[in-house]
C-alpha cells in the first residue's frame, strides 16, 4: 500500500456553515474523508488523507483559510480550545512511517508560524520536550490564558512569536499513532455526573489504558457525555471503554442512552466489536464481503 | 457501491479433482470467492461475484462445461440432485436490485434450455409460479424422477425441453436475498436442549421472522449447537437472534459459550451489531476507513 498521512484537522467553528464551508474547500490535491461539525463543542474535524506532501500542503491551505474567516476573540464551545486552528494531527497509514509524519507535522508548524505569525507547539510524537507531548497540558489555559502561557519561558513556542496571533490564538501540531474519538452520551443533564465518570475511566487518573477522557455538556439536547479519545483501539477496544463506563455511570442510577463514534475508524475497530458481544469464535476479517471484493492497493 | 451479483452455482461432482477443476476454471471476468466440494454430498459449490452481466456470463461457461464433463447417469452422493448443473442462485449486492438479479436468472436460464438443451425452473424470487419458488419442490423427485416430472402439465419447465437432458438431467435458476449461515454453540452436551431451542428462535414454529433452525450436536466439542439460516440479516439482524437463543437457553440453565458466522457476512451486518450493542448513534457505513480507501469499484 501506498504511504499515506491522514490529517485530522479540528479547527473551532462548529455553527456558521458559510464558515465551515469556506475551511473545509480550501485545499485540493488530498482525499476528504470526513467533515464532523459539534454545535456545541463550536469545532469542526476535517479528516483527510492522502501522500505526505500533498496531506502537508492541504493542512496548510485549510489552516491559512481558518485564520482568515475566525475570531477566537468571543469563540465560545464546550470543547477545549486555544486556537482557530486548534489542533493538526498527522496520522501515518499504509506504508509511512512515523518519522515521516513527524517530519510532515514540524514542516507544517514551521509554515504556520513563518507565513500565518501563529505561534506553534508540535506535540505527541513531534514534541521538542516531554511535558508538550500531551495535547491537554499544551492547550491547558485555552485561547483566554495564551498571552500568560506564551510569556512563561518553558511554554516559549516551538515555532511562530511568543505572543497569540491576535485573532487566531496558538496551534498544536502533531504526529501519533491511530485514536478513535468515541463519545458516551448519558442520560442526565448534570454535567458533573460526566465529569466524574471521565475521571474514572481516563487513563491518567486510574481508568482505562489509552483513554483519555473529558466530561462536557450537550445543552440543545441537555444531555451531559463523556467525550474521549482512545488511542491504539485494538488495544483497548470500545466495547470495555463502553461497558466501564456504563458501570460507573450505574452508581448514579444513570444510564447510557447513545454514543458516537466521530469521524472514521479502521474497519478492525469494529470487528472487534462485533467478536466480544456475539461472543464470535475464529472470525476472520477477511469473512466481510467487501474486503474480498476491495482487494486491490488504492 | 457497484450493482454486483453472488452467485454460489452448485454442480454434481465433488470427488473428481479433475472434473471439479475443469468446471471452476470455465468462467473468468468474475472474483472467485470460494470452492468448496463434499465428498459425501458429490457436489461443489462455486461462489463468484461479478457486474450482472459477467457472473450471467460466468454462471453459463460454468454450467456448459459441467454438462459437457458431468453424466448425471449413476450419479450418486448424499445430497438432493436432479442435474449436472443442480442449482445456480443469484443475489443481489451493492447496488443491484432484485429486479436485476431475476433478470440475469432468467437470461442464463433461456440460454440453458436453448443452447445446452437443459430443462430449467426458476425458483425463489424469479419463480414464474407460487409452487416452484421453493427449490425442495422443485427439486422433488430428483434425477431419477425427471422423465415423469416433466410429461406433467404443472411442471412443464420455465425453458428448454419438456424432457431431460441425455446426461445432464435438469437445472433450477433463481435469485434470493442474502442470508447469513450463524451458529449459536451452548454450554452443555445435552442436544435436546439445542433442538427445543432451536424451535423457539425458528419463523415457522414461533420465533424470529426471517430464521431457520436446527439443534445438533457438536461430537468433537461435546457441545450442542444451535445452526441456523438467517434470511436478511439486516431486517432480523444477529444481535435479536444471538439475544433471543441466549434468553431461551436461560431457561434451561445454560449460556451461550461462542458463536460462529459460517462464510462471507456483507459489512452492513456487522454494522447493525456494532450499533445495538455500542448504542451508536447516527454511524455511517462510510465511517468505516477502508470504505474511503477502496473506494472505487471493483
Known amino acids: 500500500m501506498a504511504k499515506l498521512l491522514e490529517c485530522a484537522l479540528n479547527f473551532s467553528e462548529g455553527r456558521r456553515e458559510e464558515v465551515i464551508n469556506a475551511v473545509v474547500a480550501a485545499a485540493q490535491g488530498v482525499r476528504v474523508l470526513d467533515v464532523a461539525s459539534d454545535k456545541d463543542h463550536n469545532r469542526t474535524v476535517r479528516t483527510f488523507v492522502g501522500s505526505p506532501e500533498a496531506a502537508a500542503e492541504a493542512a496548510f491551505r485549510v489552516s491559512a483559510k481558518a485564520v482568515e474567516r475566525i475570531d477566537m476573540n468571543g469563540h465560545r464551545g464546550a470543547h477545549p480550545r ?53 495535547l491537554a497540558d499544551v492547550r491547558q489555559g485555552e485561547y483566554e490564558g495564551l498571552p500568560q502561557k506564551l510569556a512563561e519561558p518553558q511554554w516559549k513556542p516551538d515555532f511562530g512569536p511568543d505572543h497569540p496571533h491576535p485573532t487566531a490564538g496558538a496551534t498544536a501540531v502533531g504526529a501519533r499513532i491511530y485514536l478513535v474519538a468515541y463519545n458516551v452520551n448519558l442520560g442526565t443533564p448534570d454535567v458533573e ?17 489509552n483513554v483519555k477522557a473529558l466530561g462536557v455538556m450537550l445543552r440543545e439536547r441537555k444531555l451531559a457525555q463523556v467525550t474521549m479519545n482512545v488511542v491504539d483501539p485494538l488495544c483497548t477496544p470500545l466495547y470495555r471503554v463502553l461497558e466501564l463506563v456504563r458501570l460507573e455511570a450505574a452508581r448514579y442510577g444513570v444510564a447510557v442512552v447513545g454514543s458516537e463514534i466521530v469521524g472514521l475508524v479502521p474497519l478492525a475497530v469494529i470487528l472487534e466489536t462485533a467478536r466480544y458481544y456475539l461472543q464470535l469464535e475464529g472470525f476472520r476479517d477477511d469473512q466481510v464481503l467487501e474486503t474480498r471484493l476491495w482487494g486491490e492497493t488504492p
Chains 1, 2 share one sequence.
Open 193 to 209: 455526573i460526566a465529569k466524574a465518570i471521565a475521571r474514572t475511566v481516563r487513563a491518567k487518573t486510574g481508568g482505562l489504558q
Open 82 to 134: 486555544m486556537g482557530a486552528v486548534d489542533v493538526i494531527p498527522f496520522v501515518p497509514l499504509g506504508q509511512a512511517t512515523m518519522a515521516e509524519a513527524i517530519a510532515m507535522a514540524r514542516q507544517v508548524g514551521q509554515r504556520l508560524g513563518a507565513e500565518l505569525g501563529i505561534p506553534v507547539y508540535l506535540y505527541e510524537e513531534a514534541a521538542t520536550r516531554p511535558e508538550r507531548r500531551n
